[in-house]
């Protein structure tokens, strides 16, 4: 006769399920359809928890399209989704947001004309299920605020904390998007174009500030700067026509003939750091 399982039993074994699951989010011949348009056309990706994954690939290639069925804004004409094991296919966005995954927006998703801190309170509030109240009582509030300073210090804006939002530079901007996002604790971040617009010292700030907050959770990003995609990225998918093309790592992907010249199909050049 097998052992009667408690509910101790049932929640060790599934942390230990997600231990032995190497893999947080699974796709399985994902596609989209629009009217006859196949605009992801059978993606299967494999994001290994804890590394960083890029997705990559020519402009019309699928990306976007996919961020948006793995966050539940477009739902797949076929295929499925698994995150720490569990189908995910059908979940709202509200849903999949509360199971761990928070996805960062290409256009920075502050509110300008709020305070720095402000902003990551709002997030803070949000992940505790109240609106932002500014009548809440100073304890409340204040122990928000020590955990907000704290967010700001891991984005190196904790001496920004007073300025409001719309006073930032662009950089800063994106770190303080990135202060919110961990502000709801995301096991798994999706960063939409993080670098896209900035000069070279915010794409620096940006690259190792994504490199940070990566220590302890998954992040997936699609990025167009290669030297982005080479600097911090443990994995590469390559995405062209709404299909895989490659996937490995950026020495792998980058000298693979198809990958090149899918890019040099769509460009005079040669992205920076593709096959050189």
Partial sequence: MRPHHGHGDVD????????MNDYILQTNDLVKEFKGFVAVDGVSLKIRRGHIHA?????????????????????????????NDIDIT????ARIARRGIVRSFQISAVFPHLTVLENVRIALQRKLGSSFHFWRSDKALSRLDDRAVELLAD?????????LAVEL????????????????????????????GMGHEDVDRVMQLIKKVSADRTILMVEHNMKVVAGISDTITVLAHGAVLAEGPYAEVASNPQVIEAYMGTAQREPEGIGA
């Fill in 90 to 93: 059908r979940d709202e966005p």
């Fill in 169 to 196: 530079p662009y950089g800063h901007k994106r770190a303080l998007e990135i202060a919110t996002t961990l502000a709801l604790e995301p096991e798994l971040i999706l960063l939409d174009e993080p670098t896209q």
């Fill in 12 to 19: 060790r074994e599934l942390a230990q399920s997600k231990i």
């Fill in 55 to 83: 997705m990559i690939g020519p402009n019309g290639a699928g990306k976007t399209t996919c961020f948006n069925l793995l966050t539940k804004f477009l739902q797949p004409t076929r295929g499925s989704i698994r995150f």
């Fill in 155 to 163: 984005v190196g804006l904790d001496s920004y904390s007073r300025m």
